[in-house]
T-cell receptor, first 123, second 116 residues
Framework: DTEVTQTPKHLVMGMTNKKSLKCEQH?????MYWYKQKAKKPPELMFV???????INESVPSRFSPECPNSSLLNLHLHALQPEDSALYLC??????????????????????FGPGTRLTVL | KQEVTQIPAALSVPEGENLVLNCSFT??????LQWFRQDPGKGLTSLLL?????REQTSGRLNASLDKSSGRSTLYIAASQPGDSATYLC???????????????FGAGTRLTVKP
């Protein structure tokens, strides 16, 4: 199974709503990512989870709250979003490759596999 | 900081033509480089991954090359088909310099149209 699944495919929400995006993979990958992609732009990294712990937060506003309940699942909780948050939200996963011979404990991430994305519209 | 550039931004070719997409990066200390395809409004599909120790990878009609010293990668598509129409993105993963570093940078992509 080399698939990353995301639900829902589409989401329309008001600025006062609370909603969640879900991502799942069963490839045994221990790194999972959230990206935001605006039209005709490359994906922008939001969060990285390594071994179910948040390892990178790219200065994302607190109205986005990630959660990694287990090694296969990744959620993104949304609250009080703004219309400019409308975008395609992509989830990805990858294997973590240890480079113990160079620097013990230093993680290196391998090939990323992306899900189909959730198209979010904030009214 | 790694900068990734893709040229051209858009390309239109007739069906059957061979074509080359270009990706350049500023820091040669990379771990790997990945080429993706993205259809409008869809997720990214991984096409080829080249590790820093490799010079090229092939998959079907696709061939990706890597020249670390010059900071360049190319994606060669042979005998293009209308179904190849999509945006092609390259992403460069730099060598980790700190714990849990995820220094993966995307280019802006090349939008390819293959006309029947």
């Amino acid at each position: 199974d080399t698939e990353v699944t995301q639900t829902p495919k589409h989401l329309v929400m008001g600025m006062t709503n609370k909603k969640s995006l879900k991502c799942e993979q069963h490839m045994g990958h221990r790194a999972m990512y959230w990206y935001k992609q605006k039209a005709k732009k490359p994906p922008e990294l939001m969060f990285v989870y390594s071994y179910e712990k948040l390892s990178i937060n790219e200065s994302v506003p607190s109205r986005f709250s990630p959660e990694c309940p287990n090694s296969s699942l990744l959620n993104l909780h949304l609250h009080a979003l703004q219309p400019e948050d409308s975008a395609l939200y992509l989830c990805a996963s990858s294997r973590i490759v240890y480079r113990a011979t160079i620097a013990p404990g230093l993680n290196q991430y391998n090939e990323q596999f992306f899900g189909p994305g959730t198209r979010l519209t904030v009214l | 900081k790694q900068e990734v550039t893709q040229i051209p931004a858009a390309l239109s070719v007739p069906e059957g033509e061979n074509l080359v997409l270009n990706c350049s990066f500023t820091d040669s200390a990379i771990y790997n480089l990945q080429w993706f395809r993205q259809d409008p409004g869809k997720g990214l599909t991984s096409l080829l991954l080249i590790q820093s120790s490799q010079r090229e990878q092939t998959s079907g009609r696709l061939n990706a090359s890597l020249d670390k010293s010059s900071g360049r990668s190319t994606l060669y598509i042979a005998a293009s088909q209308p179904g190849d129409s999509a945006t092609y993105l390259c992403a460069v993963r730099s060598l980790s310099r700190s714990y849990n570093n995820n220094d993966m940078r995307f280019g802006a992509g090349t939008r390819l149209t293959v006309k029947p």
